[in-house]
Structure formats: structure tokens, C-alpha cells
């Protein structure tokens, strides 16, 4: 794919420990367009202390969960800036079958409008995980209690036991890494975003790749969807 075409935006959807982080991160190296998330653009507008940050913040301040109109309107100040303007990817959003929505006729109304590429259609990526390979990258992640250097006792286990091959700290394990609360939030997910991969695949947009294998081949079954993308616009 030519780099200066539009590469129009990317749909990461995939449990916790799936890699989408990883993958993000790898897409936007290779087509050079931005990584997005909601966290990101949550933290930044309550630091810059914009309009919609300030509501988000007594909000979260009363131990309330942020609502979806709020979300998507600080998404779509984001999608509005010009590092946008050919495409990006977003990490973790949307959620919900009702912000899939809502982002499909955001994507209709206004993005890309001055483009002579037209309007892309989102390339949506689920990456498909096996339940217990999940529960192991989760559960067996180790946090380097000085630096924060993390590791798995499965999958990349420090040289010794229980401590940090950089700088000889103790490992921790963090209590959103313990085995209770990570089935939580695996059942959390697959209740909330079952609707969302359900939307797309209904309509026809739905991709999903082998997220059991090695980074390298996930992302190159990746990179293959996005080479293959159906090309027309909205």
C-alpha cells in the first residue's frame, strides 16, 4: 500500500492479553498513521483541563463510570486533528454495540469529507485469542517493583525466580494480574464486546486473526487484512 494513500481507520477489537497494544503500535510504525485510545484521550483532556475533561473528572471524582456521549465526543475531537486526516487505529474503542453505531455515523456525517480518496471503510480486526493462553498471559505476568519492568512467569520468565534481571528487584504480582479478578474481566469483556464483533460481522466488515501465535505472524495476518481490505468507500 502506497504510504501516502488513505489508509482510513483501523478497528483493534480483542479480549485483555490479546496484544492489541502490541499490534496497535506495529500498525502505525508500518503505515505511519496514529494509535488511539480512549484512555489517552480521557487522560489528556482532564490534564489540559478542556470542557469535556473537566465533566469527565467530577465525574470519575464521584467513582462513576464515564458515559458513552462523553467518550465519543472527546473521540471525535480527536479523530477531527490533523495527524487523522489518512487514517489511524483505535485501540480499545468502540465497546459497546451503541458506540459502534454512533462511530459508523460519525464516519458517514463528516470523516474524510475534503478527502478525493472519499470516505474508507473501518478495517475491523478482532484478534482471537484461546481462553486459557489468556488467563496465563495475564496471570503470569511479574511487575519489577522498582522500575516496572514486566515479565511472565510462562512465557518470558526472569533468569531468577522472583526478581528482576535488570536491576535485582523484588517481582510483584499487581492485584488486576491476580487469577480472580482477571476471570472477572474476561467475562466483563466477552458480555460487553460479543455485540460489537456481532455489529460488524453482520455487516460483512468483521476480520479475525490467530492471536495464539507468535507477535511476528499475528502481526503479519494483520498486515494481510489491511493489504487485502475491501477498497470501496462509504
Known sequence: MDASQNLGPVI??????????????RISEQYGIPQ???GDILRDNVQRGTELGVQAKAIMGRGELVPDVLVCDMV???LRDADCARGFILDGFPRTATQAGWLDAFFESELFDNSSAGKRL????RIDVDYNQLVKRLTGRRTCLANGHIYNVYFQPPRVEGICDVDGSPLIIRNDDREEVI????LE???QTKPVAEYYEHKGRLASVNGDLDIGEVTGQIFWVVEHRDGNCL
Open 12 to 25: 483493534l477489537l480483542g479480549p485483555p492479553g490479546a496484544g492489541k497494544g502490541t499490534q496497535a503500535k
Open 183 to 186: 476471570r472477572k474481566r474476561l
Open 36 to 38: 488511539i485510545s480512549t
Open 189 to 191: 469483556y466477552d458480555l
Open 76 to 78: 471525535a475531537c480527536r
Open 122 to 125: 473501518p478495517i475491523v480486526i
